[in-house]
């Protein structure tokens, strides 16, 4: 009441007389919900069709994520692209196998750009230094620096097909071409032809042959033979090359596929893989 004007202000209004009878309305003023309607106070509710999508969802961008709301994740564009192993061996053929050494650094060098790996490029470097070095002085050598030069360069190879297969197994694909599988193969065709290489040597200093004069047909059937022999190794050396260069490009050709399928872009037209 105000002692001035003597005004008591607005009356409060009646409390019922069980209010604070209940412990329920004692500590919670708020009207209580609404219970929930009965199945047979809803009605028949139609279901779902098959394979229909739930309400709300929105379809995934290439890379993202179908879910409403949430933006969709980056897309990665393909770092490489598959090539054909007809074309590739061709050039090779044609190049002396310098294209060989260019096919080998290129693909792995995607693939592991691609994956987030690291490309094992001083092993390859490695290899083409002896090499050159093999060629400006194999007078001195020996072909000792070539043999170095093929044996870091199947190291490479093998050290490479295993980023290959981690690669592949990221995106859910199997393993690929299998290293050790490789490495024998390459191995045997590397060390047979040379084993045969120096038995031709060998023989051929055997023979007697003096110069200028014509060979005798003793020593001419000979060199025949032994000529014979190191074709042979040359062709079942080149045979398991083949072979398991073509493994390998197959393992890589099948890693990019899923690659271009994720990023929506479409599978270039590269010919007879």
Not at 22 to 42: E, I, K, V, W
Request: net charge positive.
């Amino acid at each position: 009441m105000c002692p001035r004007c003597g005004y008591r202000g607005p009356e409060a209004p009646p409390t019922p007389a069980n209010y604070y009878s209940s412990p329920a309305t004692m500590y919670n003023t708020s009207p209580s919900p609404a219970a929930p309607p009965s199945p047979a106070q809803r009605g028949p509710v139609a279901a779902p069709g098959y394979g229909q999508p739930a309400p709300g969802w929105a379809p995934a961008a290439p890379g993202g994520m179908g879910m409403p709301g949430m933006a969709p994740a980056a897309v990665y564009l393909p770092r490489g692209k598959p090539r054909s192993f007809g074309i590739s061996l061709l050039l090779v053929i044609v190049t002396l196998s310098i294209y060989g050494y260019v096919w080998a650094y290129k693909v792995f060098k995607e693939v592991t750009a691609q994956a987030g790996l690291k490309h094992q490029q001083g092993l390859f470097w490695a290899a083409i230094g002896l090499q050159v070095a093999n060629v400006l002085f194999s007078r001195f050598t020996y072909e000792v620096l070539g043999l170095a030069a093929d044996v870091c360069l199947l190291v490479y190879f093998v050290l490479s097909i295993r980023q290959l297969n981690e690669a592949r197994a990221k995106i859910g694909l199997p393993l690929g071409m299998n290293p050790n599988l490789f490495a024998v193969l390459v191995g045997i065709a590397l060390v047979g032809v040379a084993a045969v290489a120096f038995v031709f040597s060998a023989q051929v200093a055997q023979l007697g042959l003096v110069p200028n004069q014509p060979p005798t047909d003793q020593q001419l059937s000979q060199m025949l033979a032994a000529v014979g022999w190191l074709m042979l190794a040359v062709l079942v050396g080149s045979a398991l090359q083949i072979v398991a260069y073509y493994q390998l490009s197959k393992s890589v050709n099948q890693y990019w596929y899923p690659v271009y399928q994720q990023s929506g872009q479409p599978w270039p037209n590269v010919g007879p893989i």
